[in-house]
């Protein structure tokens, strides 16, 4: 290891010893649920339009069918989105999104944007990164929809060097508890070389009530930047080390969402795609050889210049599980001169949803 990384690797130690979960025990643990009166997600989603009627609307994407791929089942299929929602205190105080009016930052509105994605799509599951209102937004409001959450915030969160924040981000897991019955829950802390690092995972072991199949759905959000390829590989093979146990070596079918802040040429990408877990990236099935990913998750205007990057992936078993239909991407045209965020949408990533269905009836 050269000394640059070296001296990377020791100064993240050093961040981690005094851990921000330790000044801020209230984030690690979700409050008791609150006996709230359910709401229903039309309501909701008019109340969404009417703070954003000032606004433009929302852009229209279309599901691509792939059903060729997909068995027939008396099952519906299982919707699931992955979305890294941008976390408020680091798009207000840190990102520095030059070509983005700090009006369409404003969380009052940015969060009924969000909020009217989440509703348009009504997915099963819902994986996020980069949350920071988990328990004043997203907990409260979802648990009234009919779903149960996990938070896992960062051990260090940035968000906590940013004035009047609302506390660390982190990863967000989300189920329908209609649908799926929680068989086991765990939060992972990555390691890298042996370093706990300052990245997370959550990965839930889900069981459909429908049909009584079971299948493990994880989230994670790898170190971001350029130069931190070795680290986020080191990451990876951790999480799919956790994974190998967790799915008793890929017995039980796996979904993985994330922003992986990784391009398909880097290392720990192939370490997915090689995997001895049988993953295919769900978002390859859009392309016309079915073998490429999309052009770009994220797009955005920093001080720093433009990035436009493949960062965003929905892995799954590809020999327990068929992809039925997916979302496609906001396209150039959508986006606009000023890239994202932006008044139309929420987030630098756009989201990602499949639904998927099991290849064989128990």
């Not at 680091?90 to 520095?96: A, F, P, S, V």
């Not at 009047?164 to 967000?172: E, S, T, V």
């Amino acid at each position: 290891m050269g000394n640059g990384t070296s001296r990377l690797y020791s100064a993240l130690a050093k961040t981690l010893n005094s851990s921000a979960a330790s000044q801020h025990p209230e984030y690690l643990v979700a409050p008791d649920p609150e006996h709230l009166e359910p709401i229903d997600p039309k309501e909701l989603l008019e109340e969404c339009r009417a703070v954003l009627h000032t606004r433009p609307p929302r852009f229209q994407r279309d599901f691509v069918d792939l059903r060729a791929d997909c068995p027939s089942s008396h099952h519906p299929p299982i919707r699931v989105m992955q979305w890294n929602i941008l976390a408020q205190a680091l798009g207000e105080g840190k990102d520095n999104f030059v070509q983005c009016p700090i009006e369409a930052l404003k969380w009052e509105e940015r969060k009924c944007l969000i909020l009217e994605e989440i509703l348009a799509y009504q997915p099963d599951i819902l994986c996020l990164q980069e949350v920071d209102h988990y328990f004043d937004t997203f907990h409260p409001l979802l648990s009234r929809l009919g779903y149960q959450g996990t938070f896992f915030p960062k051990p260090w969160s940035p968000c906590l060097d940013v004035e009047h924040n609302n506390g660390p981000d982190g990863c967000a897991l989300f189920f329908l508890q209609n649908r799926f019955k929680l068989v086991n829950s765990a939060n992972i802390r990555l390691t890298a070389m042996t370093l706990k690092t300052n990245q997370v995972a959550i990965a839930q072991t889900l069981e459909c009530k429908e049909s009584s199949r079971q299948f493990c759905i994880a989230v994670t959000h790898l170190k971001a930047r350029t130069g931190w390829e070795r680290f986020r590989s080191a990451q990876g093979c951790d999480l799919l080390q956790n994974l190998q146990n967790i799915t008793q070596g890929a017995k039980i079918p796996l979904i993985v969402c994330g922003d992986f802040n990784a391009e398909p040429t880097e290392e720990v990408y192939k370490h997915f795609a090689s995997s001895s877990l049988n993953l295919n990236s769900a978002y390859k099935l859009l392309s016309a050889d079915g073998q490429s990913e999309p052009p770009y998750t994220t797009w955005k205007i920093r001080t720093s210049g433009e990035c436009r990057h493949t960062l965003d992936y929905i892995w799954y078993s590809k020999h327990a599980l068929s992809v039925c239909s997916a979302l496609d991407l906001l396209t150039e045209e959508q986006i606009g001169p000023n890239r994202l965020p932006s008044f139309n949408y929420p987030s630098d990533h756009l989201s990602l949803v499949c639904d998927f269905s099991f290849n064989e009836e128990p």
